[in-house]
C-alpha cells in the first residue's frame, strides 16, 4: 500500500531519571492506517499509547522501526523537511484546559497553526479561517474571543478539534480526546469527531482507554498491553468474540449501569486483576494476570499472528478456543 | 431511627472575585451501613457537599444549613468538624496517594490517626495501623510501616490512603472519586476491597463519582445532583432501571455501552453543566431537557417524595418507583 | 500579551486599598519628580545665602528646609528622586529584557544549550560586585551611565535563573507541543508561548528589583561611587545628610523618609500583585 501511515516494528525507549534503567514504553508495534480509515488503539495507562502518538507526531524518537506516510519513511527526517508534513498530520490532545494557550483568545490559538504551516494566508485569511473551523465543530463566533478559562471543558475539546483542522490535514491523532470530559457531553464531542471525520474523510488514529467509545468510532480496533499489540481485528469481531484474555478482561470492564451485572463482573475482574506475580519475565507481559496461563506463556513471547480474515491475536492458546474464550475456572 | 448521618438545607458559598453557590439548599439521610452514592458531572456541587460536610472546605467556602452526625451539629462551632474527623468519619480524597505527607513514614501517618481514637496508647495504635494495613491487601505491612510516600507505587498508596481514612474505625467512610484516576482493570480491586471493608468494618459509605458503574456495583441508594441540588433520589436498583429524572435517564443513556450491532451515534445530552453560580428562574435542567413544559420555566420544582424515592421535576419519567 | 488575564489582575487589585494606595502615592511621587523641580520656587543649585541649615517650615519658601550649604532640600530631594528612579526603571527594564530572553531560551533548549548559557551566568555571579563597580568607575569616570551598566550588568542574572526555572516547568505543557504540532518555529514558541505565561512571576519580581536597585544606587552613591555633584540621587543626599545628622537632621530625614516610602510602596505593590495574578483563585 502506497497511502496512509504505515508503522514497521516501533521500538520507543524513555529514560525515567537519571541513572534509571530505559524503559521500553513499546516494543515491536506494527500496523497500518489507510487513508480515510478509522483505526482504533485501546489499552490502559501506560500500555504505550500515547508513546505511539507522539512518535508518529515526531515528538519523541524511535529507537527501532519505521514509520511511513504515504510510502515515504519520516520518521528519520531532519526536523525543517518533517515541519512541512505538519500540514497532513496533527494531534488531538487528552486535556483540553493544558493544551491551549491560557494567554491566547481561542481564536487566535486555532488560527496558530496557520502561521508556520500555511505561509500563504495572511492574517485576515488567517483569521477567517479559523473562525469557519470553529463554526464547523459548533462553537459561535462570540465564544471565539473568549480565553480557555471562560469555556467548559466540552467547548474546549472542541476548539482543539478546531485547531487541528485548521491546516485541513489528511490524518489526525486523537489522544484520548474524550477522557477529561463529563459523561454527558463525551457524546457530543465523540459524535463530532466521527461526523466530521467522514465529511472531509480524514484517516484517524483514535486512541482511548475506553473500550466502548473505541468500538463505536473506528472499523478496526487494535488492544495494546505494556508496549505490544495483543489483538486486532475489526470492531464486531473484537466485540463479539475477543480472543486474547487481555481484550476479554477489558470488554468486562466496560462500565455497566444493571447493579445485578455490576457486581458479577466485578467480581470477575477483581479475581483477574487479582492475580498479579512476577513482571519482568521474558515470556508474555500478560501472563501473571492471565487465568489461562500455562508454562508456555512464562518463557515465550507470543507473537502476534494472523488467526482468520484480519483476525491477528498474540496468545499461544488462540488456536484452542476458535469458537471464543472459554469460561474462567 | 435517627440516621447516623443527617444534611439539612446544606448550602454551600464562595466568595472571593468568583463568588458563586455550589450547592443551593441539600437533605440527605444516610442510615449506619448503608451505602449511598452522590452521582454528578462537573459543577453539580457534589464534591463541594462532602468536603462541607466534614469542614474541610476551602478558605473563601462558607457553609449553612444543618449537618447532624450521630446527633451532634458539625458546621457549628467550628471545632466541631474536625473532632470527628478520624474517628467519626474517614475521608478519601480523589487523588488518594496524594493525600499522604511525603516527609513522614507510613507507619507514623497511620499511628497518629489512630490516636485519635480515645484511650489507645501507641502500641496499640502501632497494632491497630498494621492490622489495618494487612486488611487493605497491601503486601509485607510490616516493611511497608517504615517507608515513606514515594517508595511506594500508585496502587499500594491508595490503599494506604484507605488504611489511613479507615484506621481509627470510623463509623461513615467518605470517599471522594475513588476510582477515577486508576485503570479501568484496577478499579474492581478498588471497588471490591471498599465493599469488604465497609462490611467487615460495620462502616456507613458515603461515595461521590460520576461513574454510574460504580455506583451500580457499590451502593444501596443513589442521590443525582446537578447544578448545586438534588435531582433525584432512591434505590440503586429502581433509579438505574426506571430513572424518574429526565437528567438520571440521560446519564444513563450517555454511559457508553459496547455496540451490540454496528456502530451508532453515542446518545449525549444536549448543552452542557452550567457554569457554578449561574441563576436560574425555574427548572435547572431545563435549558437541556428534551420534556421541557411552561411550569419549567418559571417554577422551579421541589424534591418531593414519589414512592420510595424523591425526584424534583413537574414532568417525572415514571410515577410511583418501583420497589 | 493579551489582556485578558491582567484585566482581571487589575480588577482584583482594585480591591486592595492598602495597593491602591501604594499606587497612588508612587504616581504621586513620580509626578512630583517630574514636575516638581520645575513649579518649586527655587532651583537644585541655588544657594540662599540667607537661609542655610534652615529647618523645614522655618524660612519662607523652603518648605522642607535647606541643607548646609542653602539648597532648597524640597527641591533637591525631588531631584534626587527624579534621578534615582530614572535609573532605577532604566537598570530594572534592561534587567528585563537581558534576564528573561537568556533565560527563557535556555529553559526552553535545554540540554547543551542550557548548561552553557547558565554556567555563564553562575560565572558573573560568582564576580564580587562592589569590585566590579569600581572597576567600571575607575575607567569609565562617575556618572549616572556608569551606575546603570554596573547594577544592569549584574541584575539580569538571577533574572535569568528565575526566568530560566519558569521556562523548564513551561516547556512540559501541554500547549507548548500543541504549538511544535502545530509547526512552530523555536523563536515563536519562546516568544509567543513561553515568555507571555511567565510574565507573572517576572513582573512581580521586577517591582522588588526596582526597591533593591534604588538602595544599590543610594549605596553606592553613599560610599562616593556614584552620583555626583551637581547631580543629586536620594542616595547622595542621605551621605550628605549623615554628615550633619547630630545639629540639622532634617537634612537627612527628608531624603531617607522619601526613599524608605518609595521602597515601600513598590515592595507592597509587588506584594499585592502577585497575589492578584495567582491562578489559583480562578
Known amino acids: 500500500m502506497s497511502g496512509g501511515l504505515r508503522i514497521r516494528d516501533m521500538a520507543v525507549t524513555y529514560r525515567s531519571g537519571a541513572g534509571a534503567a530505559p524503559v521500553e514504553a513499546v516494543q515491536g508495534v506494527s500496523f497500518a492506517l489507510a487513508d480515510g480509515e478509522i483505526l482504533g488503539l485501546v489499552g490502559e495507562s501506560g500500555c504505550g499509547k500515547s508513546t505511539i502518538a507522539r512518535a508518529i507526531l515526531g515528538l519523541v524518537p524511535l529507537a527501532r522501526g519505521t514509520v511511513e506516510w504515504q510510502g515515504r519513511r519520516i520518521d528519520t527526517l531532519p526536523k525543517e523537511r518533517f515541519r512541512a508534513l505538519r500540514k497532513e498530520l496533527q494531534l488531538v490532545f487528552q486535556d483540553p484546559n493544558a493544551c491551549l494557550d491560557p494567554r491566547m483568545t481561542i481564536a487566535e490559538s486555532v488560527a496558530e497553526p496557520l502561521r508556520a504551516l500555511m505561509p500563504e494566508f495572511d492574517t485576515g485569511a488567517r483569521a477567517a479561517r479559523a473562525r469557519e473551523r470553529l463554526a464547523e465543530v459548533g462553537l459561535t463566533d462570540a465564544l471565539a474571543d473568549r480565553y480557555p478559562h471562560q469555556l467548559s471543558g466540552g467547548q474546549l475539546q472542541r476548539a482543539v478539534i478546531a485547531r487541528a483542522l485548521a491546516v485541513d490535514p489528511r490524518l489526525v491523532v486523537c489522544d484520548e480526546p474524550l477522557s477529561a470530559l463529563d459523561v454527558s457531553i463525551q457524546g457530543q464531542i465523540a459524535n463530532l469527531i466521527g461526523r466530521i471525520r467522514r465529511e472531509r474523510g480524514l484517516a484517524c488514529l483514535f486512541i482511548s482507554h475506553n473500550l466502548a467509545i473505541v468500538a463505536r468510532l473506528s472499523e478496526r480496533v487494535l488492544v495494546m498491553y505494556r508496549g505490544r499489540i495483543v489483538e486486532s481485528a475489526p470492531r464486531d469481531t473484537l466485540v463479539a468474540s475477543p480472543l486474547h484474555p487481555y481484550t476479554r478482561l477489558l470488554v468486562d470492564s466496560v462500565p455497566e449501569a444493571d447493579p445485578l451485572h455490576a457486581r458479577r463482573m466485578l467480581e470477575r475482574r477483581r479475581r483477574a486483576s487479582a492475580r498479579r506475580r512476577d513482571l519482568g519475565s521474558p515470556g508474555c507481559p500478560f501472563v501473571a494476570r492471565c487465568p489461562f496461563a500455562v508454562d508456555r506463556c512464562r518463557t515465550l513471547l507470543p507473537p502476534l499472528r494472523d488467526f482468520s480474515r484480519g483476525h491477528l491475536v498474540a496468545c499461544h492458546r488462540a488456536d484452542e478456543w476458535r469458537d471464543g474464550l472459554p469460561a474462567e475456572r | 431511627m435517627t440516621p447516623l448521618l443527617e444534611v439539612g438545607g446544606l448550602v454551600v458559598d464562595f466568595g472571593g472575585p468568583r463568588a458563586h453557590r455550589a450547592v443551593d439548599g441539600v437533605d440527605l439521610a444516610l442510615a449506619a451501613h448503608e451505602r449511598l452514592a452522590i452521582v454528578g458531572e462537573s459543577g453539580s456541587g457534589k464534591s463541594q457537599l462532602l468536603l462541607a460536610c466534614v469542614g474541610l472546605l476551602a478558605a473563601n467556602g462558607r457553609a449553612s444549613g444543618s449537618v447532624r452526625f450521630g446527633g451532634r451539629e458539625l458546621l457549628r462551632p467550628a471545632d466541631a468538624a474536625p473532632k470527628v474527623r478520624g474517628s467519626g468519619i474517614g475521608f478519601v480524597f480523589q487523588d488518594a496517594g496524594g493525600s499522604l505527607t511525603p516527609h513522614r513514614r507510613i507507619g507514623e501517618q497511620l499511628a497518629e490517626v489512630a490516636l485519635t481514637r480515645p484511650g489507645l496508647s501507641a502500641a496499640d495504635a502501632r497494632a491497630e495501623s498494621l492490622a489495618m494495613l494487612e486488611r487493605v491487601r497491601l503486601p509485607d505491612p510490616v516493611s511497608q510501616f517504615a517507608k515513606y510516600p514515594h517508595e511506594l507505587s500508585g496502587g499500594m498508596r491508595q490503599r494506604v490512603a484507605l488504611a489511613l481514612a479507615l484506621v481509627a474505625r470510623p463509623r461513615i467512610l467518605f470517599a471522594d472519586e475513588p476510582t477515577t484516576a486508576i485503570d479501568v482493570t484496577v478499579q474492581a480491586e478498588v471497588m471490591t476491597l471498599i465493599a469488604d471493608l465497609c462490611e467487615g468494618l460495620g462502616m456507613a459509605l458515603l461515595l461521590v463519582t460520576h461513574d454510574l458503574g460504580v455506583v451500580a456495583a457499590l451502593a444501596d441508594r443513589v442521590a443525582v445532583m446537578y447544578a448545586g441540588r438534588v435531582v433525584e433520589e432512591g434505590s440503586v436498583a429502581s433509579l438505574l432501571s426506571r430513572p424518574s429524572h429526565p437528567y438520571t435517564a440521560g446519564l444513563l443513556a450517555a454511559v457508553p455501552a459496547l455496540p451490540d450491532a454496528g456502530a451508532g451515534e453515542l446518545a449525549t445530552i444536549a448543552g452542557q453543566p452550567p457554569e457554578p453560580g449561574t441563576r436560574f428562574p425555574g427548572c435547572r435542567f431545563e435549558p437541556r431537557c428534551t420534556q421541557a413544559g411552561e411550569p419549567c420555566r418559571s417554577v422551579d420544582p421541589p424534591l418531593d417524595a414519589m414512592g420510595g424515592a424523591r425526584v424534583a421535576c413537574h414532568f417525572p419519567l415514571h410515577r410511583g418507583a418501583a420497589s | ?282
Open chain 3, 1 to 282: 500579551m493579551t489582556g485578558g488575564l491582567w484585566h482581571e489582575a487589575m480588577q482584583a487589585m482594585r480591591h486592595d486599598r492598602l495597593a491602591v494606595t501604594c499606587a497612588a502615592t508612587l504616581a504621586t511621587l513620580a509626578l512630583a519628580a517630574c514636575l516638581g523641580p520645575q513649579v518649586l520656587e527655587y532651583r537644585v543649585d541655588e544657594i540662599d545665602w540667607a537661609h542655610m541649615a534652615v529647618p523645614p517650615l522655618a524660612a519662607p519658601g523652603h518648605w522642607l528646609g535647606t541643607d548646609r550649604l542653602g539648597r532648597d532640600l524640597a527641591v533637591r530631594t525631588l531631584h534626587g528622586l527624579r534621578v534615582s528612579l530614572a535609573i532605577a526603571l532604566a537598570a530594572t527594564f534592561v534587567t528585563l529584557v537581558i534576564g528573561v530572553a537568556w533565560g527563557a531560551f535556555a529553559g526552553y533548549r535545554r540540554g547543551r544549550t542550557d548548561a552553557l548559557m547558565m554556567r555563564f551566568v553562575d560565572v558573573l555571579y560568582s564576580l564580587p560586585q562592589v569590585f566590579f563597580v569600581i572597576i567600571l568607575t575607575v575607567v569609565f569616570g562617575r556618572g549616572p551611565l556608569t551606575i546603570l551598566v554596573a547594577i544592569g550588568a549584574f541584575g539580569w542574572l538571577t533574572m535569568a535563573r528565575i526566568v530560566r526555572g519558569q521556562a523548564l516547568a513551561l516547556r512540559e505543557r501541554d500547549f507548548v507541543e500543541a504549538a511544535v504540532v502545530g509547526g512552530a518555529s523555536t523563536g515563536r514558541i519562546v516568544a509567543r508561548h513561553i515568555v507571555p505565561n511567565l510574565m507573572g512571576p517576572v513582573i512581580v519580581y521586577a517591582t522588588l528589583t526596582l526597591p533593591q536597585v534604588i538602595l544599590v544606587e543610594s549605596f553606592l552613591s553613599f560610599l562616593g561611587i556614584g552620583i555626583q555633584e551637581p547631580l543629586a540621587s536620594l542616595g547622595s543626599l542621605i551621605a550628605d545628610g549623615a554628615a550633619d545628622m547630630e545639629t540639622a537632621p532634617w537634612i537627612l530625614v527628608v531624603p531617607a523618609s522619601c526613599l524608605l516610602l518609595l521602597v515601600f510602596c513598590f515592595n507592597f505593590l509587588g506584594d499585592s500583585l502577585r497575589d492578584a495574578l495567582d491562578p489559583r483563585d480562578r
